[in-house]
């Protein structure tokens, strides 16, 4: 097998979900935060959306595996269910015991209904995740909705999570199921990898697997990208093909030509050639045989085992409470529309940047042609500009400078984004406060803003397992501090397994996506914690 040819402990590239194997790009880590974030909101749906291959199934399985243990999951992987089905199904994941022949919905939902009131009363929260929600019939889909009916005086007691490929957005916008479009707190489309995210991908399955030296050539990586448009399913099965050819070839280096090969072969266009296509073609051959065998052990022996790419992500949040009087919701934009209107155009930024330190408690007196950002440099700051979401912007926990437009005005304004409560914002403007519906702000917001923080250190890159250095010292005695522990003289500078568990913790209890690295979001809500005074943006922990 060409796993002892190229020196790997095993397959880098398995179609099999392996958690070892994850590979986090900016997209998923993004998707991911809003599978988190929709988990902790008070009911209601939330859809996470991608092309086929895209990674939806690894996001959920990796959401299952770092949810909080005070949470019950029921998993569908097969939603091709009738609606008594799929609520049985429901009750089945949650262990909720039913008569066994019964063909009433009404039985079911009242067996349900008990099991989350109980749980409630015991502080336990219950998801229920659909995968390939594309497929649930429109009838099923409205029997999903009407499970978001099952409520206390508080609050709903069921999450749902609703994972499918792009023609889940089309079915979602029909007349018919509109209150379900409604109800959706939290929307994600998980878009392919970049060129970048690419090569980064097949390097890290590489090293997984045991290879530290380059395998692939830097033109091969290139190829694989444009083959498979950046599609993790289509990586992996281009890339274990071109090792597969390689192999028959006695190359001891994938290239370009390999993998255009290997494209069309795992297309079924053009054979190899050759020699050696004989020996390519049994060694393929006994491979299937070989994965076959591996299936049949793990069915007989494991019965568990059967239990173009775009720059920036489709994500929108709405409001529940907005979209049950919609009526209102067009009045209270215009009200909006009016406020930026009346912002001088030459002068949003800086006026915003100078509402912004005074937030932060910054006696900075902005001239008209200065910048914000390198005025924020002076006292020690450095800005932030990004591109997301609600949920990003909780993560950050921070006051934030919003870019908006308004209908039929070429121009932005920027506004300064005080504070969030319940399903409203708060601006500063001109140092005065205005309150909008968060729904209302949806339509104006184009998703960009800019913050403002301390940094550290002058050069921050991601720490992160095994990582040697002053910074790490530094994360120690920073999460000491948040812990309220003394800090030792003598500080480890290496990041090791006791630090990821605390930096871990650390994530989860703050909604950050809890995969142990310490990247921007991690580090500036690190930096907030340290600073007493510092403006928080909810009422969150900070």
């Not at 029997?143 to 206390?152: A, C, D, K, P, S």
Request: glycine share 6%.
């Amino acid at each position: 097998m060409y796993t002892d040819y190229f020196r790997l402990n095993e397959p880098p590239f398995s179609l099999t979900p392996d958690p070892r194997y994850l590979f986090m790009s900016e997209r998923h880590r993004e998707g991911l935060a809003h599978l988190f974030y929709g988990v902790q909101q008070p009911g209601g749906f939330v859809q996470l959306t991608g092309e086929v291959g895209s990674g939806k199934t690894t996001l959920c399985r990796c959401l299952v595996k770092q949810l909080p243990p005070e949470t019950d999951v029921a998993l569908i992987l097969n939603p091709r269910l009738t609606a008594i089905e799929l609520l049985a199904t429901v009750c089945d994941e949650l262990g909720i015991s039913y008569p066994p022949e019964t063909e009433s919905i009404k039985t079911l939902i009242d067996a349900l209904n008990n099991h989350l009131l109980q749980a409630h009363e015991r502080n336990r929260r219950t998801v229920l995740i659909i995968d390939e929600a594309q497929n649930l019939d429109s009838d099923v889909l409205e029997q999903v909705r009407l499970l978001t009916n099952l409520e206390t005086s508080q609050e709903k007691l069921l999450q749902i999570i609703l994972i499918g490929q792009p023609e889940l957005l089309s079915i979602l916008k029909s007349r018919k199921l509109r209150q379900i479009s409604q109800r959706i707190t939290a929307r994600y489309h998980l878009s392919s990898l970049t060129r970048t995210e690419t090569f980064a991908y097949i390097q890290h399955r590489l090293l997984v697997a045991g290879r530290r030296e380059p395998l692939f050539t830097k033109s091969a990586m290139n190829s694989v990208y444009r083959l498979s448009a950046g599609v993790p399913r289509l990586i992996n099965i281009i890339c274990d093909r071109a090792l597969l050819g390689a192999y028959a070839l006695d190359k001891r280096r994938v290239t370009s030509a390999i993998i255009r090969q290997a494209s069309r072969e795992t297309r079924g266009v053009i054979p190899w050639h050759g020699r050696i296509s004989r020996s390519w073609i049994y060694t393929a051959a006994v491979l299937i045989v070989l994965a076959g065998a591996a299936v049949l052990y793990k069915v007989s022996g494991n019965p568990a085992a059967g239990k173009g790419p775009t720059e920036i992500p489709l994500e929108e949040i709405a409001s529940p409470s907005a979209a049950a009087a919609p009526s209102k919701q067009p009045v209270v934009a215009r009200e909006l529309a009016m406020v930026l209107t009346a912002i001088p155009a030459d002068s949003s930024l800086s006026s915003s940047f100078a509402d912004l330190f005074a937030l932060w408690g910054l006696r900075h007196q902005l001239k008209p042609s200065e910048a914000g950002c390198k005025a924020a440099a002076a006292h020690g700051f450095e800005c932030l500009f990004a591109t997301g979401s609600w949920p990003k912007l909780h993560r950050y926990n921070c006051p934030a400078i919003l870019e908006m437009f308004i209908p039929g005005d070429a121009t932005k304004k920027q506004v300064t984004l005080k504070k969030v409560k319940d399903d409203e914002a708060t601006f500063l403007i001109g140092g005065k406060e205005h309150s909008f519906p968060i729904s209302s702000v949806n339509g104006l917001w184009d998703g960009s803003f800019i913050i403002i923080w301390k940094p550290p250190f002058a050069q921050h890159q991601t720490i992160g397992l095994d990582y040697r250095g002053q910074e790490v010292v530094w994360l120690r005695k920073s999460l000491d501090s948040i812990e309220g522990k003394e800090t030792t003289s003598v500080m480890s500078d290496i990041y090791d397994d006791d630090l990821r568990r605390r930096v871990v913790a650390f994530q989860r209890k703050r909604s950050l996506v809890p995969d142990g690295y310490v990247g921007s979001e991690t580090l500036v809500r690190l930096s907030m914690e340290l600073v007493s005074d510092a403006p928080s943006l909810t009422d969150r922990i900070r």
